[in-house]
């Protein structure tokens, strides 16, 4: 068996039945410009660079031991990701993050910190840059007990301290700004402090078995820098952030998206005072929400309501919104779960304002009318996915998709999400899939124990299909009476790479499958294409077909890949 990019199966692992057919295949012939111009619009340019892809997966690279860190990262960066997402946890960074009486410390100073709590955090970011990969770090989930109203801990999110959390994002951004290094301990070094209920509550979920994994200091010399902030995650989630709603029923008023602001506010301008040349990401929201006062706020009346503006844009008489400058931003962050729905499953007229995959137009034009109001920056316009994901098990109650079906439906969301200009980076949430915690996380019974199922890889490690497409995807669909578009996406690392396109007729075997392409020459088959890069190529709508992608492995040998059918027209 042939083991390639961190373990997806190749063709030397199939049957000598399965792998390509070199056979001749007819070409298209002079129709293939006929082709082209029989399309409703325009083609697609026959090759461009693929969206930066980011990852989170902070059970596997914050709490491991350092050394399956490193695996994992090589493994990310061998699998042509290029930006990890890594999580710093306020509530367990703060010292006494579960007390209700704030401790007398600079908070903006990373040194009045306790450092051995960070050495997970430090030991990431310096792995990740040591690789090649950059890193986004989410500022907070969850705060400190003494920096909101809750009368306890773990996972405090009431009525976040805005003051606070500049300070501590001042903090975050001093210490990854690529000139500070962390402090030489006092000899002899002082007892740890105990493990506060957060990191234990941590601990538990990714399954350290309630103990802290022993980590080793981070390098001498100042710490790397880190490129992306992201003020919270998901502040339109009633799991993550609360208030929601100033009470329930239809009038309830959204409360949220004033809380979010004032941090917003105060966080931005401190992380840029420290580093102008970062980016921070604001938003970071839920794709749904709930229209009755229970539950999250919808992503599009939470953006709204951020820029004080209403359903029809006009703008909100508040004393909060009175004067109110555009909201700073470097992008807009979010997560256009579809729930397990189809890619282009778009929200429904009764929940107008969710923002699903299939609805990244609507939020990206919701986003420039509001820069164009003055509302939010410019800089806002720019939409970053920053996590996304199909489950191959089931939870809520919906069905759980194959394994196949996942593989599938990844590829057509990215072909979907590069369709959209103001998308600039896609998202795949988790490597290894989170299984079910020690502890109960919350009362909600299809998550209870904080386990998800979107990795490219079961609990155990065992690769799902997905693992493979995430390295070279393919994606068909009909593009009118005549023509079938095939999409690929490819992670092989830059540089010309050689493809095979096949078709299977019902009942046939694989052949080559002539294409053509715009401004590109009629292929018979086989194309040479940038390893990094997306493609498309078009070829006659033969009714029952199926396709599949090749590529060639280290070893030479052709690797088949996951064959798809294609879509109907319209799709």
Request: aromatic share 8%.
């Amino acid at each position: 068996m042939i083991l390639t990019f961190a373990g997806v199966l190749t063709a030397g692992a199939l049957p000598a039945a399965a792998r390509p057919s070199r056979q001749p295949h007819p070409t298209i012939g002079a129709g293939g410009s006929g082709l082209l111009a029989s399309l409703p619009s325009p083609p697609l340019p026959a090759q461009r660079p693929g969206l930066p892809t980011l990852m989170q997966d902070d059970g596997a690279l914050l709490f491991r031991p350092v050394e399956d860190v490193r695996a994992t990262m090589g493994q990310l960066r061998g699998l042509g990701v290029d930006i990890v997402r890594l999580t710093a946890n306020w509530a367990a960074l703060a010292p006494a993050g579960d007390s209700r009486a704030r401790p007398s410390f600079d908070a903006t100073n990373p040194a009045a910190y306790d450092q051995d709590a960070w050495r997970s955090l430090d030991n990431a970011v310096s792995i990740a840059n040591q690789v090649g990969l950059g890193v986004d770090i989410d500022i907070g989930l969850f705060a400190p007990v003494w920096a909101t109203t809750d009368a306890s801990g773990p996972r405090a999110r009431t009525n976040i301290d805005a003051r606070e959390y500049a300070a501590f994002a001042t903090a975050i951004a001093r210490r990854y700004s690529g000139s500070w290094a962390v402090p030489t301990p006092p000899s002899p070094a002082p007892a740890p402090p105990p493990v506060s209920p957060e990191q234990q509550l941590l601990n538990e979920i990714f399954g350290t078995g309630g103990q802290p994994v022993a980590q080793p200091p981070p390098p001498p010399g100042p710490l790397p820098a880190v490129q992306i902030f992201t003020l919270w995650n998901e502040p339109n989630h009633d799991g993550l952030f609360r208030p929601q709603w100033s009470a329930r029923g239809r009038h309830a008023r959204a409360l949220s998206p004033g809380i979010y602001r004032r941090m917003v506010l105060a966080a931005y301008p401190a992380i840029k005072a420290i580093d102008p040349g970062s980016r921070v990401l604001i938003g970071n929201t839920s794709s749904i929400g709930s229209y009755r006062g229970v539950g999250g706020v919808p992503p599009l009346r939470f953006l709204r309501e951020l820029a004080c503006v209403d359903s029809r844009f006009k703008p909100l008489r508040t004393q909060a919104c009175a004067g109110l400058a555009p909201l700073p931003g470097d992008g807009w962050a979010h997560h256009p779960y579809t729930a397990n729905f189809p890619p282009d499953t778009r929200s429904t007229p009764a929940t107008p304002d969710n923002a699903r995959l299939a609805d990244l137009p609507r939020l990206s034009a919701t986003l420039d009318r509001l820069a164009a109001m003055g509302r939010i920056s410019q800089g806002d316009r720019d939409i970053y996915l920053t996590e996304f994901g199909y489950e191959t098990q089931s939870v809520f109650g919906r069905k759980a998709l194959s394994a196949a079906t996942q593989a599938r439906y990844l590829t057509w969301a990215e072909y979907l999400a590069a369709r959209v200009p103001a998308v600039r980076i896609f998202a795949q949430f988790l490597l290894r899939d989170q299984p079910p915690g020690k502890v109960r996380l919350s009362d909600n019974p299809s998550r209870a124990f904080g386990q998800w199922y979107s990795g490219l890889e079961y609990a155990n490690g065992v690769p799902k299909v997905s693992l493979s497409t995430f390295v070279a995807g393919l994606y068909a669909q009909r593009q009118s009476a005549r023509v079938t578009m095939l999409y690929g996406r490819l992670r092989l690392g830059s540089g010309p790479h050689r493809i095979l396109l096949q078709r299977q007729l019902r009942g046939g075997s694989w052949s080559p499958v002539a294409t053509v392409a715009r401004g590109a020459p009629q292929s018979a088959g086989e194309l040479s294409v940038d390893g990094r890069a997306t493609f498309v190529r078009y070829t006659p709508y033969v009714a029952g077909a199926i396709y599949r992608l090749s590529y060639v492995n280290l070893d030479g040998s052709w690797a088949p890949q996951l064959p798809v059918g294609v879509l109907p027209l319209g799709r």
